[in-house]
């Protein structure tokens, strides 16, 4: 399964921004996850393909909405009210059950928000 991300770029603090992952193939679950400068890779929301639940970190929850579109085979990251400490490079990510690990991952997408 090969993902492509895209929709990154620079916003100001209280803006929006909507990242986009298609992927090559069903699985799972897809997910998002962002690695900031001199940060470890941290979970930001997942969604299901079938069962369409979703799951936030709690420092996004309330702000950022993660949705998928079947047809098209792509997850969508809307992120709204962005604070400077969402600047990070976002990564797509997907696995084929919950017991696993995340073996398919995307390219990064650079997202700045500025203060």
């Known amino acids: 399964v090969q993902l492509q991300a895209s929709g990154g770029g620079l916003v100001e603090a209280g803006g929006s921004m909507r990242l986009s992952c298609t992927a090559s193939g069903r699985t799972y679950e897809m997910a998002w996850f962002r690695q900031a400068p001199g940060k470890e890779r941290e979970f930001v929301a997942a969604?299901?393909?079938?069962?369409?639940?979703?799951r936030y970190t709690d420092s996004v929850k309330g702000r950022f909405t993660i949705s998928k579109d079947n047809a098209k085979n792509t997850v969508y990251l809307q992120m709204d009210t962005l604070k400077h400490e969402d600047t990070a490079v976002y990564y797509c990510a997907a696995r084929e059950s919950l017991r696993i690990a995340y073996a398919y991952w995307g390219q990064g997408t650079q997202v700045t928000v500025s203060s």
């Open positions: 969604i299901g393909w079938s069962t369409g639940t979703a």
